[in-house]
């Protein structure tokens, strides 16, 4: 499986509106492994995500 980490970066590229073409080709994943990622672990990375933009506006 994926790090956590490269699931964020993928998250994130995927929702910046990146085809997931790319995000596949950038992080070697293969077939529909991409969409099960992305139901499976939407809702935690996003609330990562969100946590580090709020602590890093807060510096």
């Keep these: 499986m ?4 490269v699931q964020l970066e993928a998250v994130t590229m995927y929702l910046k509106g990146v ?5 596949q080709k ?4 293969k077939g529909c492994v991409i ?3 992305y139901e499976g672990s939407l809702q ?4 990562v995500a969100l946590h580090r933009k709020q ?3 807060q510096e």
């Excluded at 994926?2 to 980490?5: D, H, L, R, V």
């Excluded at 085809?19 to 995000?23: D, R």
């Excluded at 950038?26 to 994943?29: G, V």
């Design 44 to 47: 935690t990375l996003i609330s």
């Design 19 to 23: 085809p997931t073409s790319e995000i």
């Design 35 to 37: 969409m099960t990622f």
């Design 2 to 5: 994926f790090s956590k980490e």
């Design 55 to 57: 602590t890093k506006l």
């Design 26 to 29: 950038k992080f070697n994943i």
